[in-house]
């Protein structure tokens, strides 16, 4: 194990405020703000893909100043306008998706989260086609003029051709299939910018005019019903995270002033409003507990195993389950506004941050249908012009190659595996802040984790008391108490809990200053006092020699090496005394750090402001690698930067707001403990709802199971289409079984994908 020691007498640099980081998590959530209030959303009917997604750049993306102005939820139908980007009204930006093929509607003061309307036009045109093609081989085999087999349905009628009565059933059949289809195809063709709908009309209109009515209807039938497959998927991945709406009651039980009780909607609720939650129950809104007591399950949020117990002054939160007793509940926040709303939201807001192998997905398509038009006219052409051969049948196989080549299932398939894996991950408690941060995990090289409240629980005692000036102890801790009372870190909490347990109730120090990451002066009474880590108390101390000999630098010493974070109290006339400090570390940290390494992480680090020999007491408990000691919080940004010069994936964990700046640099942040942070979920990557450090290899697992089902869908829908496109040049393949092999590829690419909704816990 590595250990280096960065200002190492800092030991209570943890006492600190956090005033650099709190500017910095100011600005991140007034840019936030301002993003969401200088938007507006449109939903889109027709919105399913990647491919979709692209013509709606290339529509709308000119009104709007480029394609920076748009942000797209493919999932949930959404499109997103930034209002700074663009003069263009609504009226202007819905043209523009007409002219598409698609519809779009204003879609402001709808939350993120919330269904869009069900249009149910495809599903009726896909089951038109359906009944008119299944009407079409009825007719076929009766004979109108005559007993046809059913093998002639892939051969025609022979030179008399097949009735008039079977042709206009093919011909139904083939317009209410291209129905949703044709225009987009013609959006395609005018633009000079051919996709997948393109593809598939080019093949029914050839099919048509060389006489092959039975082989265009099945293409158009088969491929409107992969379009609703598309459609089902999406609709399914997405009522994976409307689900988390279900865990909260739609009203409550709210209590009047005399006592009783009233059912109100949640929604209806002030903040203030005080509710009753009974055994068995729901909680409706985040809130205080203000009577009783009861073991409430927060796993629908955080994932954890176990219930926790919640007394008077205890936080509850939306969609817990109260499993025993009876609680009376203060409410504190709007039901819009309650974590798990917060966490629909950013789930919603996730899929706009898309993957980059959705980039590079979205990327290959683009490409990738151009030049399969372009294979395929060469395949009409060439043989018959430059060898003579006949034109039907090469022409025929042109059809066939553009059938095959749709990338539809290419392109489903991965938005679908993303959106699987973020709602699976939000139910195990992790809530991912976008498509990348899915992707990010699984190429994890280096990790770099906050000691307290991370790999310990964070919550320290007071373990020993040195008075030295002060005289008695209970006026050492009381003097310290009162400093402290102005900072809300674990160190000053434990400080102050110790005083409390002692009887002692001091007056909060005035004119307390925050010196950023070593301690903090205040006056009480008359004098001025200093409380902080050893070197913050000596360098505060200007020419004074406060240890003239060495003895309390001795005592510190001896109180780090058993482990202690030491707190050092002076005044005017010398140190008052010393505060010894111990935390707990997490039983499961060892297991996490074994597991961590043996997914593939080749290095952990721990970045903490404590000092080297109680972080080496830690680091030897739990395994760690690395230990870097005695940092401010410049400092944890430039040891991140050391690890993301020497691994290409670095990530860091810790509390989402001390940390936020070593969090900004790695590629990913990970916040522990973020059920009761609104700071941790704004500003993290990645939110771990619960602070147990076992989600975090779990985390990485999944994201390497996700990786691992878009690679196989990618491979096996490549693939299909490359047997079919040799099959198709030696003549073997028909109409009829390409858009078979598609629909069958889109099915099980997309059951794959959403194998991810699995619980895998």
């Known amino acids: 194990m590595e250990q280096t020691n960065s200002?190492?007498?800092?030991?209570?640099?943890?006492?600190?405020?956090?005033?650099?980081?709190?500017?910095?998590?100011?600005?991140?959530?007034?840019?936030?703000?301002?993003?969401?209030?200088?938007?507006?959303?449109?939903?889109?009917?027709?919105?399913?893909?990647?491919?979709?997604?692209?013509?709606?750049?290339?529509?709308?993306?000119?009104?709007?100043g480029g394609d920076e102005g748009l942000a797209?939820?493919?999932?949930?139908?959404?499109?997103?306008?930034?209002?700074?980007?663009?003069?263009?009204?609504?009226?202007?930006?819905?043209?523009?998706?007409?002219?598409?093929?698609?519809s779009a509607t204003s879609d402001e003061g709808q939350g993120t989260a919330a269904a869009p309307a069900v249009d149910r036009g495809p599903l009726y045109a896909t089951f038109v086609s359906g009944a008119l093609l299944l009407l079409g081989i009825v007719i076929h085999l009766i004979g109108i003029d005559g007993p046809w087999s059913f093998a002639t349905l892939l051969g025609g009628h022979g030179e008399a051709g097949p009735p008039m009565l079977e042709i206009l059933a093919w011909v139904g059949a083939t317009v209410a299939g291209t129905r949703y289809?044709?225009?987009?195809?013609?959006?395609?063709?005018?633009?000079?910018?051919?996709?997948?709908?393109?593809?598939?009309?080019?093949?029914?209109?050839?099919?048509?005019?060389?006489?092959?009515?039975?082989?265009?209807?099945?293409?158009?039938?088969?491929?409107?019903?992969?379009?609703?497959?598309?459609?089902w998927s999406v609709g399914r991945a997405r009522r994976a995270v409307e689900a988390l709406l279900d865990l909260t009651p739609a009203s409550i039980q709210a209590l009047r002033e005399d006592g009783t009780e009233v059912e109100i909607p949640a929604t209806e609720a002030e903040v203030g409003t005080r509710f009753v939650v009974r055994a068995g129950d729901r909680v409706a809104l985040d809130g205080t507990v203000s009577e009783g007591a009861g073991s409430v399950d927060q796993a629908p949020i955080t994932g954890e195993s176990l219930p926790v117990l919640k007394e008077v002054g205890d936080e509850v939160f939306a969609g817990t389950?109260?499993?025993?007793?009876?609680?009376?509940?203060?409410s504190s926040r709007p039901a819009d506004d309650t974590v798990l709303a917060r966490i629909i939201r950013t789930i919603g807001?996730?899929?706009?941050?898309?993957?980059?192998?959705?980039?590079?997905?979205?990327?290959?398509?683009?490409?990738?249908?151009?030049?399969?038009?372009?294979?395929?006219?060469?395949?009409?052409?060439?043989?018959?012009?430059?060898?003579?051969?006949?034109?039907?049948?090469?022409?025929?196989?042109?059809?066939?190659?553009?059938?095959?080549?749709?990338?539809?299932?290419?392109?489903?398939s991965t938005p679908v595996s993303i959106v699987a894996a973020l709602a699976s991950a939000a139910r195990a408690g992790v809530l991912v802040k976008g498509g990348g941060y899915i992707e990010l995990p699984a190429r994890l090289d280096a990790l770099?984790?906050?000691?307290?409240?991370?790999?310990?629980?964070?919550?320290?005692?007071?373990?020993?008391?040195?008075?030295?000036?002060?005289?008695?102890?209970?006026?050492?801790?009381?003097?310290?108490?009162?400093?402290?009372?102005?900072?809300?870190?674990?160190?000053?909490?434990?400080?102050?809990?110790?005083?409390?347990?002692?009887?002692?109730?001091?007056?909060?120090?005035q004119d307390v200053v925050t010196t950023a990451g070593k301690g903090l002066t205040g006056r009480l009474g008359e004098r001025e006092l200093r409380l902080g880590s050893w070197r913050f108390i000596r360098e505060s101390a200007n020419d004074q020699d406060i240890d003239p000999d060495g003895a309390i630098a001795a005592q510190v010493a001896q109180l780090e090496a058993?482990?202690?974070?030491?707190?050092?109290?002076?005044?005017?006339?010398?140190?008052?005394?010393?505060?010894?400090?111990?935390?707990?570390?997490?039983?499961?940290?060892?297991?996490?750090?074994?597991?961590?390494?043996?997914?593939?992480?080749?290095?952990?680090?721990?970045l903490t402001g404590d000092n080297a020999a109680a972080a080496d007491l830690v680091a030897r408990q739990v395994g760690i690698d690395t230990?870097?000691?005695?940092?401010?919080?410049?400092?944890?940004?430039?040891?991140?930067?050391?690890?993301?010069?020497?691994?290409?994936?670095?990530?860091?964990?810790?509390?989402?707001?001390?940390?936020?700046?070593?969090?900004?640099?790695?590629?990913?942040?990970?916040?522990?403990?973020?059920?009761?942070?609104?700071?941790?979920?704004?500003?993290?990557?990645?939110?771990?709802?619960?602070?147990?450090?076992?989600?975090?290899?779990?985390?990485?697992?999944?994201?390497?199971?996700?990786?691992?089902?878009?690679?196989?869908?990618?491979?096996?829908?490549?693939?299909?289409?490359?047997?079919?496109?040799?099959?198709?040049?030696?003549?073997?393949?028909?109409?009829?079984?390409?858009?078979?092999?598609?629909?069958?590829?889109?099915?099980?690419?997309?059951?794959?994908?959403?194998r991810l909704l699995r619980d895998r816990r």
């Not at 499109?79 to 523009?96: G, R």
């Not at 996709?195 to 293409?219: I, R």
């Not at 609104?678 to 147990?692: F, V």
């Open 7 to 64: 200002n190492s007498d800092q030991g209570a640099s943890s006492c600190c405020g956090h005033s650099a980081e709190l500017t910095k998590l100011e600005s991140h959530q007034a840019a936030l703000e301002s993003t969401v209030s200088t938007s507006r959303r449109f939903a889109v009917s027709g919105l399913d893909c990647i491919e979709e997604v692209r013509i709606l750049r290339r529509a709308v993306g000119p009104l709007v």
């Open 72 to 102: 797209f939820d493919a999932i949930n139908g959404r499109m997103s306008v930034l209002v700074s980007s663009s003069e263009a009204s609504d009226k202007d930006i819905i043209s523009a998706v007409a002219a598409t093929g698609m």
């Open 181 to 231: 289809v044709a225009p987009k195809a013609w959006y395609a063709l005018k633009t000079l910018r051919p996709d997948m709908n393109l593809l598939m009309v080019v093949a029914v209109v050839g099919a048509m005019v060389l006489g092959e009515w039975f082989e265009a209807a099945t293409v158009a039938f088969l491929f409107a019903l992969s379009l609703l497959l598309e459609r």
């Open 321 to 330: 389950i109260n499993g025993e007793g009876t609680l009376t509940v203060v």
């Open 349 to 412: 807001d996730a899929h706009e941050r898309r993957a980059p192998v959705e980039q590079w997905v979205e990327r290959f398509a683009a490409r990738y249908t151009p030049a399969v038009m372009i294979l395929a006219l060469l395949i009409a052409l060439v043989p018959p012009l430059l060898f003579g051969a006949a034109w039907q049948p090469w022409i025929y196989n042109a059809l066939v190659l553009l059938v095959i080549a749709c990338p539809c299932a290419l392109v489903i």
């Open 448 to 509: 770099a984790l906050d000691k307290t409240g991370t790999l310990t629980f964070g919550t320290p005692q007071v373990s020993d008391i040195v008075p030295l000036n002060a005289k008695e102890a209970n006026v050492l801790l009381a003097e310290a108490a009162a400093i402290e009372r102005r900072s809300s870190h674990p160190l000053a909490a434990a400080i102050a809990r110790a005083a409390t347990e002692q009887g002692l109730d001091p007056a909060a120090a």
């Open 562 to 606: 058993n482990g202690r974070t030491v707190v050092a109290l002076s005044d005017a006339n010398g140190v008052r005394g010393l505060l010894g400090l111990s935390d707990t570390v997490r039983p499961e940290a060892r297991a996490v750090i074994a597991q961590l390494h043996a997914l593939g992480v080749k290095e952990i680090v721990m």
């Open 627 to 754: 230990v870097r000691a005695g940092l401010l919080p410049e400092d944890k940004v430039a040891e991140v930067e050391a690890l993301a010069a020497r691994h290409t994936v670095v990530a860091m964990i810790g509390d989402g707001v001390n940390d936020a700046p070593a969090m900004a640099r790695a590629n990913f942040g990970i916040a522990m403990g973020a059920i009761g942070s609104d700071a941790a979920i704004e500003t993290a990557d990645i939110a771990l709802m619960s602070d147990e450090l076992v989600r975090v290899p779990w985390l990485v697992s999944h994201a390497k199971r996700t990786l691992t089902v878009i690679r196989q869908n990618i491979v096996f829908s490549v693939g299909i289409k490359v047997v079919f496109m040799l099959l198709t040049l030696f003549g073997i393949a028909s109409l009829w079984g390409a858009i078979v092999a598609d629909v069958g590829a889109t099915l099980l690419v997309v059951a794959n994908a959403l």
